[in-house]
Structures are given as structure tokens and as C-alpha cells.
């Protein structure tokens, strides 16, 4: 499903305007970035929670060359399920 | 990490930015949950601009074991959430870890893991040095460049000198075994003559040789020849040392041309004098071949069943051979060279290879050849 598709479901069931749930998207998910970027954790009730992990740096090996180098660490975002709609997905 | 924004902080600040009430942006905020929720069971996949893809994975059943009691176990397929950052959000939060790093290092690393994606040990390793130097000895920061050095100090020097040595002698080696040269990278004008000289060498070599073999080929080929344009002449040989003692003077000038020729043919007549006449009355491959085409020496590389095909066009009749010199034969595949053998002329009725006669000299003659 994409934005669109998404933002006119919303409309019909909160009765809102489809611009103004694309101006509140627009700017949750502003906030949601700026939040992530600062390394804070965004919980979205019902849902789950956006993380940011931390990837510590490590040596890796080209297969080839065998060449070792070291690979800096980055953070990556990550979703993690509410539990009970991680189980109710489980299974579908 | 600890830190979280939770619901009400998002649903205050999302009313505040929007300027719409903290009501309205509620419904909003678990609307989209549950429509997120609602559109990943149906479509099993959602895009949501600015932020990413929320997808539902399935996980393919497995089978594993029990630990406790080693009984094989499989594990259920399920389907899990996946989330996958837009490429720009994603490029924001790697980046947005140097905010943190900073907290522990002070100022001067700031903008190195910025710079460096993903660097060579060594120029890592030299930056780390110059930055030590610069800054003195912070114990924090200590604790970091060694652990990058010490792995600098064993691992650098092997990528560096493994593939010099093995990539140069390589094409040296693979040199000489081409006889044509194959240089990919000519060095110098003078090694290059030293290689064309080796190879003509080589090359003259390799025609010497040719020449040996095929000289020795074609001689034995002409014996071969000559052999078979023989019996002719011993058949009037034996008729004329039958007949007239004085027709002995007819072969001789044939027998002149070479000295193996000579031999063979010494030894095709001592074999014909001694059992010439009284041979041809005694055997009984007389009373069933009426003639003998042919009689030749045996040759090194020669077999009864090549010299059937030679003079009757097949293999098959070789017991006829056999039969024809079982007198001095034991072992058809063992004959000594230079064995006169006798080529009978076979009769149409010996011709047929499903005969009884010829099955029953065929059954002889090959276990003679187990002997």
C-alpha cells in the first residue's frame, strides 16, 4: 500500500480532511526523524516503537583480496513490534 | 537509547507543530497505527512517505533439534515486521551517532569517524597516530587507537606482500613452457633473443624428432609392402626348387635390394627346405586348404587377425591362420617374430562364418591363445 492509498483510508476513518492527515503525516514523521536522529526511541502505541541501534565497529575481510579493513560502526533504525501485534501477525 | 519519546509527548508536540488540537492529532496518530496495522495484513506492505516501508516478512519453517532431548523438532514459518528506512532517513540516522561518540571523546575526534567510511587500516592507523599527537594523552581516547593498532601492526603487512611476490614470478615461470613466446609484458629487448634462440632450438628439435619417427614409420610401412609382394615370389620359389634346381637362380637377383629383406628371406627358405615337402603331405591343414596364398615372417607389431584382414578383407578368418601354422604355433597371440606364417586360400564353404567348421577352429584357436 502506498502514502496515498494510506493518507485516504485515514480520512475516511478519523473523518478528517485528506489534506490535513497529509500536513499531520508530513509533520509526525518530521518529528519522528528529528526524535530518531537524536538517538531517541519514538513508541507509537498500538503499534510499536522506532529504535536507533548502535553498530559497533569490526574488522572485515574482503573475500577476494583478503584485504582487512575496518568497517566503521553506524547506527541503524529499527521497528520493534508491540508484542500482542507481533503474535496477531505471526499467524495470518 | 534510554531516552524515549512516548505517546503523549508525540501526540503534544505533533498538535503543537500542526496547530491542530491535541484531540484531533490523537485520533489521527491511532488511526494511522491501525490503518498501518489493518493495510500490513492485507497488502503485507506499507509505504509511508518521509519515513520508510513497513513490511511483513514471512519466515520459512525450519527444522531444528531438541536440545534437551536431541529429538528433531521442526519450527513453525511465522511472519514477522520488517521496517525498512527511506534511503535518506536512513543516511540521517547512521550518521546521526557522532552526536553521541562525542559525548565520550572530547573535541579533536569529533570530525574523524565523520571523514572516514571505510579506510585502510594503515591510513586509519596514521590519522590515529596524528591525532594522539596532537592531543596528548587523553586516557579515554588511548583505549580506542590501540585496539585499531594492534590488529594494524599483524594484519597490514600480509595484503601488502602476499600478492607482490606471487603476481611477479608468475609470468617468468609460465614463460619457457610456451614454446611459442607469450609475453605479455616484454622486460627487455635481450631476454627476449635469449627466448627466440631457446625456441627455434626447441622447435628444431621437436622437427628432429618428427622426421625420426616418421622415417622409422614409413620403414616399416615399405617392409610391409614388400612382404606382401613376396609370397608371389616364394610360391616361384617353391615351385622352381620343386621342379628345377637350376629356376633357383630367379629369386636371387630379387632377393639383392636390402639386407633385411635378405634375412627374411633366408629364413622364409630354410623354413620351406626344411619342411617343404614332406610338411605339405604329413599336416592335415593340407587336405583342407587347397592352396597357400601367401607366406610372410612375422612382424613385431603384427597379429594373425591384421594379417586376415590384410589379405581376406576381414578379421574373422584368422583361426584359418592358425589353423594353417598350428604345427609351429602354440599361442596365436604369443608368435615369436619372424615366424613364417602360412596364408591359406580358403574355400567358399570356409568363408561362412556360422558354419560348424569355422565355429569349432574359432573355439581352438582361442583357447589356444589362453596357452
Excluded at chain 1, 63 to 79: A, D, I, M, Y
Excluded at chain 2, 151 to 170: D, F, L, R, T
Excluded at chain 2, 303 to 331: C, E, Q, V
Aim: net charge negative.
Amino acid at each position: 500500500m502506498l502514502t496515498k492509498e494510506l493518507i485516504s483510508r485515514i480520512a475516511t476513518a478519523t473523518g478528517l480532511s485528506k489534506k490535513q492527515v497529509e500536513h499531520l503525516m508530513s509533520t509526525s514523521n518530521a518529528i519522528l526523524r528529528e526524535n530518531l536522529m537524536a538517538g531517541k526511541a519514538v513508541s507509537l502505541q498500538g503499534f510499536g516503537a522506532l529504535e536507533v541501534k548502535e553498530r559497533a565497529p569490526r574488522t572485515i575481510v574482503h573475500p577476494r583480496t583478503g584485504e582487512r579493513t575496518v568497517s566503521p560502526g553506524k547506527n541503524q533504525l529499527v521497528f520493534r513490534p508491540v508484542d500482542n501485534l507481533k503474535e496477531e501477525l505471526k499467524k495470518i | 537509547m534510554a531516552e524515549k519519546l512516548s505517546w503523549t509527548e508525540l501526540r503534544r508536540i505533533l498538535a503543537s507543530r500542526a496547530g491542530v488540537s491535541e484531540k484531533e492529532a490523537n485520533t489521527f496518530l491511532t488511526a494511522l497505527n491501525a490503518e498501518i496495522v489493518e493495510a500490513l495484513k492485507t497488502d503485507k506492505q506499507v509505504k509511508i512517505n518521509g519515513l520508510g516501508i513497513f513490511k511483513l516478512q514471512a519466515v520459512a519453517p525450519r527444522k531444528s533439534v531438541n536440545v534437551a532431548t536431541g529429538e528433531a523438532i521442526t519450527i513453525e514459518g511465522y511472519n514477522k515486521v520488517a521496517f525498512v528506512p527511506e534511503a535518506g532517513v536512513k543516511e540521517l540516522i547512521e550518521r546521526s551517532g557522532e552526536p553521541r561518540t562525542e559525548d565520550i571523546i572530547p573535541d579533536g575526534n569529533t570530525a574523524q569517524p565523520e571523514a572516514d567510511p571505510i579506510k585502510k587500516l594503515g591510513s586509519q592507523a596514521e590519522e590515529i597516530v596524528d591525532i594522539l599527537g596532537e592531543l596528548g594523552q587523553s586516557p579515554k581516547e588511548e583505549d580506542k587507537p590501540e585496539k585499531v593498532q594492534e590488529p594494524e601492526a599483524v594484519i597490514e603487512p600480509e595484503p601488502i606482500k602476499e600478492p607482490e611476490p606471487v603476481k611477479e614470478p608468475e609470468p617468468v615461470f609460465y614463460v619457457p613452457q610456451s614454446q611459442q613466446t607469450q609475453e605479455p609484458e616484454p622486460p627487455k629487448k635481450k631476454e627476449k633473443k635469449h627466448h627466440f634462440l631457446r625456441d627455434t632450438l626447441i622447435c628444431v628439435v621437436i622437427l628432429l624428432l618428427l622426421l625420426l619417427v616418421g622415417y622409422f614409420f614409413l620403414r616399416s610401412q615399405l617392409s610391409d609392402l614388400i612382404d606382401s609382394f613376396l609370397p608371389d615370389k616364394t610360391q616361384t620359389e617353391q615351385v622352381a626348387v620343386a621342379t628345377d634346381s637350376t629356376a633357383a637362380a630367379i629369386p636371387a637377383p630379387i632377393e639383392s635390394p636390402t639386407e633385411e629383406e635378405l634375412t627374411e628371406e633366408q629364413i622364409l627358405a630354410e623354413f620351406l627346405e626344411a619342411s617343404g615337402e614332406t610338411e605339405e603331405a604329413e599336416t592335415p591343414s593340407d587336405e583342407i586348404y587347397e592352396d597357400i596364398i601367401a607366406i610372410e615372417p612375422m612382424h613385431e607389431a603384427s597379429r594373425l587377425t591384421w594379417m586376415s584382414k590384410r589379405f581376406y578383407g576381414t578379421k574373422a578368418y584368422w583361426p584359418y591362420i592358425y589353423d594353417a601354422n598350428k604345427d609351429h604355433i602354440s599361442n596365436p597371440s604369443k608368435i615369436d617374430v619372424g615366424t613364417p606364417i602360412r596364408v591359406p586360400k580358403l574355400t567358399e564353404a570356409q568363408k561362412d562364418t556360422t558354419s560348424a567348421a569355422y565355429l569349432q577352429l574359432l573355439q581352438e584357436a582361442e583357447e589356444a591363445c589362453k596357452k
